[in-house]
């Protein structure tokens, strides 16, 4: 069975795909950048990812914005959850994950607009430095962007914990909507 573009009730198609390994990957970037920042301080290595940290961010956030715009186009013919309490879980999670997606980037770019400084994505400005400094904009930020990027992480770990637990408890193929073949329905 060929992978088609839009997804369907048994798999998710190349575009949900590319965009869920692609922002993987960007996340991975950002976490690990985070993470040396916090393990070596300020060091070249980590300037080097810290420099591509509000890009990055900001591309994330445009991905997921098109990402849940893709995802509800596709609502109705995308894999079902299960159904009872693991199928709310998922439901909810896949929201948590969704929300934090969105709002960690956007509490960066409104803390880097109420500063002055604006944002730029790979050195091209998209946002404009606030006329004057708005306070409760860098303040919102800077209580906000971390902690909740910090919260988004263990969601995702915790996304990864259950597609090991599908895996390898269950022995269902609900990693294979994703990443694997596309299920045939004898499956």
């Not at 709310?88 to 929201?95: D, F, S, V």
């Not at 803390?111 to 860098?138: C, H, M, N, T």
Request: glycine residues 12%.
């Amino acid at each position: 069975m060929a992978l088609g573009w839009r997804d369907t009730g048994l798999h998710y198609g190349k575009i949900t795909r590319a965009l869920h390994w692609a922002m993987a990957l960007l996340f991975l970037w950002q976490f690990f950048g985070m993470g040396l920042r916090l393990l070596l301080g300020r060091t070249q290595l980590v300037s080097f990812f810290v420099g591509t940290h509000a890009s990055i961010g900001t591309l994330l956030m445009t991905l997921a914005l098109i990402r849940a715009l893709w995802g509800l186009s596709n609502l109705r013919n995308r894999p079902a959850h299960e159904g009872g309490l693991v199928g709310t879980a998922a439901r909810l999670g896949h929201l948590g994950l969704y929300t934090l997606m969105l709002i960690v980037p956007l509490l960066a770019l409104l803390r880097a607009y109420g500063s002055q400084r604006g944002a730029a994505i790979f050195g091209v400005p998209v946002i404009p430095g606030a006329p004057e400094k708005i306070d409760w904009l860098v303040n919102a930020g800077n209580a906000a962007h971390g902690l909740l990027a910090w919260c988004l992480l263990a969601m995702v770990v915790g996304h990864i914990g259950m597609v090991i637990i599908h895996r390898t408890i269950w022995k269902d193929n609900v990693l294979n909507r994703m990443a694997g073949r596309p299920l045939v329905a004898a499956e």
